[in-house]
């Protein structure tokens, strides 16, 4: 069982910055895809950014060029850098993680899941 911890959500102005970071228990899967997923109040849950074994990082259109995911492999830690913030970006960020490639940004197919930390944006 892999456990994910979430933590570096808060409160920021539109324009602001944070970093989420997810520290998981140790595991060894070949193949992997790790991601970052928010859900906002009333709307699904959705793919924001991912990182897999080969080290292929895709991103939600909505984020690209202002979010960066990173992954620490010493220290099994995976990092969202979240750049220019806007309102529309709110919500509850989960961290997850499944042992397969592929179809990384589709909360669907994951398995272990973070507890959530949430961010919110003020205009």
């Known amino acids: 069982q892999v456990q994910l911890v979430e933590s570096g959500g808060g409160s920021v102005q539109a324009g602001g910055s944070l970093r989420l970071s997810c520290a998981a228990s140790r595991y060894t899967y070949g193949r992997y895809c790790m991601g970052w997923f928010r859900q906002a109040p009333g709307k699904a849950r959705e793919g924001v950014a991912a990182i897999d074994s080969d080290g292929v990082t895709p991103y939600t259109d909505s984020v690209k060029g202002r979010f960066t995911i990173s992954k620490d492999n010493a220290k099994n830690t995976l990092f969202l850098q979240m750049n220019s913030l806007k309102p529309e970006d709110t919500a509850m960020y989960y961290c997850?993680?499944?042992?397969?490639?592929?179809?990384?940004?589709?909360?669907?197919?994951?398995?272990?899941w973070g507890q959530g930390t949430q961010v919110t944006v003020s205009s």
């Open positions: 997850a993680l499944k042992p397969r490639g592929g179809l990384c940004l589709d909360p669907r197919k994951y398995d272990y």
